[in-house]
């Protein structure tokens, strides 16, 4: 594992290290008493079969009440006293492993606290280029197998080398010529341990890999069902998943047969140690170089050596596997977070927005806005019109910063300030924004249109969904503002999912609104419905419309048509039908009767309204 990995495992154990010393402290202790049992079975052997004098110190016979010279007599004591070291070696066990509990839930519970920190810290373009699914890995799989090595690894590892020495030292106190028979297996054993699963690795990535494909074919299938359906795609679906999780059962099997050979061969080898290990201990015996007491200690001495060296592979295993989820979790723990300048200001944002001279593409990609020179007037409603792809909503999303534009690519300012240096919480706090195709929370309706004012009553939530002509469509449902939207509750159409989402955007009451393609999914008559809301209520508030549709735009003070990501024409609308360009073409296209008639009413409308009603504060 690379150092960085145990750095990052470090950083997360400093809050819950008391409770891992203390597991480490209490698991040497377990270890030490397991270590005492064979000893007080030596003695007794020994003292009761063997008629030897007992080798204790003094001391410990005098607190075990053990009587000299008595060793039958003696013989419930030596009971007592290996009850009395099972109770105290189940003792430490129980608060070692508390300890660890304790310890490794605090540890994983801190990392992934500070990963969703960082994750909801992270810009905007990180989050867009990756993929949602693998960040979701690395924060649930990823962390268990961390939280795994965590909480069974890296304490085993430390006991295991305790008991290793410990058992080797007792041992070679005992009888060097058994011990060394004993330890010329030990390398065998553990090479072939690491060895075997340094190999099987691959195979467990393998079976990995198949269960991810496995859930995303899933998971897609589930989020295509309309699809699936719609076109009679059910046999093929279950054929393809079919084949995927055949192809996940056999590595499992493939994986069985190999771990099955290998426990099979590792008990051989084992069991040869054991062999060799009891023959030289029954020669050394009959030789008087050993007494039964000892030779039984040293039998079980040596299992309880085996054991850990046995599993020597599966903790370096699962050490390189811990290693490869840590870098994993690292790569997004060492993204940069968005991060203000150091003199970041929270201005006035009531003033003009400048765009100048934005020339600006995506990481590798050809430009997508180029030398775009404008402003918005403060509380002019302003429209901005393009075909797809021409670059509307990157402007937005650089205004937003939502992408950073590099200096060198044109500034944008507001009130005279750069953008640059004003606080991302603060420029985003006044700058309400509507997306083509807006997300809704599995929450309900009142909570999702109150995410951006979360004080606000009831009345107020009714009055933005009034605006958003959306409140009597709310009321129609059974449980009103109380429904519940998406997975778990009611699906909300296109329209309706926009209109709650321009509610909930009024709600934050911002001096800047963007309507970006926000009215694409409700009806023409809807549109001058919501538009003519909108009018009565915005007040003040600099208002940016973006849409492809003419009847959305044209009440506009100003019209900006972006072609290519270039600016290719800007006027009022009375000014652009009255010249050939890209406006007037898409204007004949869309006018159909019913357009003509319903702007005509709209215009009559708009010579009656009083544009600088502010938005009553209910
Ligand atoms: N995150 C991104 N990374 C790379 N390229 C992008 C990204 N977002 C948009 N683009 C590209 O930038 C260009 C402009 O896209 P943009 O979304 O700004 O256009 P638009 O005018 O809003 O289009 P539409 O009306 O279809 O929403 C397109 O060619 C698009 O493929």
């Not at 049992?37 to 009440?65: C, H, K, N, Y």
């Not at 592979?313 to 968005?338: N, P, T």
């Not at 950073?404 to 985003?428: F, H, M, N, Q």
């Not at 019209?559 to 024409?569: K, M, N, P």
Request: glycine share 8%.
């Amino acid at each position: 594992m690379k150092k960085k990995g145990f750095g990052v495992i470090w950083r997360f154990l400093k809050g819950s290290v008391w409770f891992f010393i203390t597991a480490l402290l209490f698991a040497m202790l377990n270890t030490a008493f397991n270590a005492v049992t064979p000893q007080i079975i030596r003695i007794a052997v020994d003292s009761v079969i063997g008629s030897r004098p007992m080798d204790l110190p003094e001391w410990l016979g005098r607190i075990f009440l053990i009587p000299k010279g008595s060793p039958a007599q003696s013989l419930p004591l030596f009971a007592a006293a290996i009850l009395l070291v099972a109770v105290l070696s189940g003792i430490c066990n129980y608060i070692s492993r508390m300890g660890v509990a304790k310890g490794s839930e605090a540890f994983v519970k801190s990392l992934r606290d500070q990963l969703f920190g960082h994750i909801q810290r992270l810009p905007y373009a990180w989050h867009n280029q990756h993929q949602t699914g693998e960040i979701i890995q690395r924060c649930t799989s990823d962390v268990d197998v961390i939280r795994n090595f965590v909480s069974n690894q890296l304490l085993e590892v430390f006991r295991t080398t305790f008991l290793v020495i410990l058992s080797i030292s007792i041992m070679f106190s005992m009888n060097v010529k058994i011990s060394l028979i004993a330890l010329t297996f030990i390398p065998l054993v553990a090479a072939y341990s690491v060895i075997f699963y340094s190999k099987i690795a691959k195979r467990f990535r393998l079976a990995d890999e198949a269960e991810g494909v496995l859930s995303s074919t899933v998971q897609e299938n589930l989020t295509g069902v309309r699809v699936v359906r719609a076109f009679g795609r059910e046999r093929y679906e279950i054929d393809r998943f079919d084949e995927h999780n055949n192809r996940f059962a056999n590595l499992w099997i493939r994986l069985g047969r190999l771990l099955s050979t290998y426990w099979g061969i590792g008990d051989l080898i084992t069991g040869l140690q054991i062999l060799t290990v009891i023959f030289v201990g029954v020669l050394e015996s009959v030789n008087g170089n050993l007494t039964l007491g000892e030779f039984l200690a040293f039998v079980s001495y040596n299992s309880t050596l085996i054991w850990p060296v046995r599993g020597l592979g599966r903790i370096l295993s699962e050490m390189s596997k811990a290693g490869v989820s840590i870098d994993r979790v690292s790569y997004i723990l060492d993204a940069e977070e968005e991060k203000d300048d150091p003199d970041a200001v929270e201005p006035p944002m009531n003033g003009d927005i400048a765009f100048h001279h934005i020339n600006y593409s995506y990481e590798g990609q050809k430009p997508v806005l180029k030398d775009i020179d404008f402003t918005i007037p403060s509380g002019s409603t302003f429209a901005i019109l393009g075909g797809t792809g021409s670059g509307k909503s990157t402007l937005m999303h650089l205004l937003d910063r939502l992408y950073e534009l590099p200096p060198e690519c044109g500034s944008i300012t507001i009130g005279g300030v750069d953008i640059a240096k004003i606080k991302a919480s603060w420029l985003r706090e006044n700058i309400g924004m509507v997306l083509q195709e807006p997300f809704l929370f599995s929450r309900t309706i009142e909570e999702n249109i109150r995410a951006t004012r979360p004080g606000a009553s009831l009345e107020e939530v009714r009055h933005a969904a009034r605006i958003a002509c959306v409140d009597d469509a709310v009321d129609d449902f059974a449980n009103g503002y109380d429904t519940i939207v998406g997975e778990r509750g009611v699906t909300l159409s296109g329209g309706q999912k926009q209109r709650v989402a321009i509610a909930r955007m009024l709600m934050q009451k911002a001096p800047i609104m963007v309507f970006d393609d926000s009215l694409s999914a409700v009806d023409s008559e809807t549109d001058a419905q919501i538009r003519a809301a909108l009018k009565e209520n915005l007040g003040k508030a600099t208002v940016i419309l973006i849409s492809h549709r003419i009847t959305t735009l044209m009440q506009a003070d100003r019209i900006l048509v972006l072609d290519d990501g270039a600016i290719a024409e800007f006027g009022t609308h009375e000014e652009l039908i009255h010249h050939d360009g890209i406006y007037k073409s898409i204007y004949d296209i869309q006018m159909s009767s019913d357009d003509r008639s319903l702007l005509e009413k709209e215009e009559s409308e708009w010579v009656m309204m009083n544009r600088n009603t502010a938005m009553p504060s209910t």
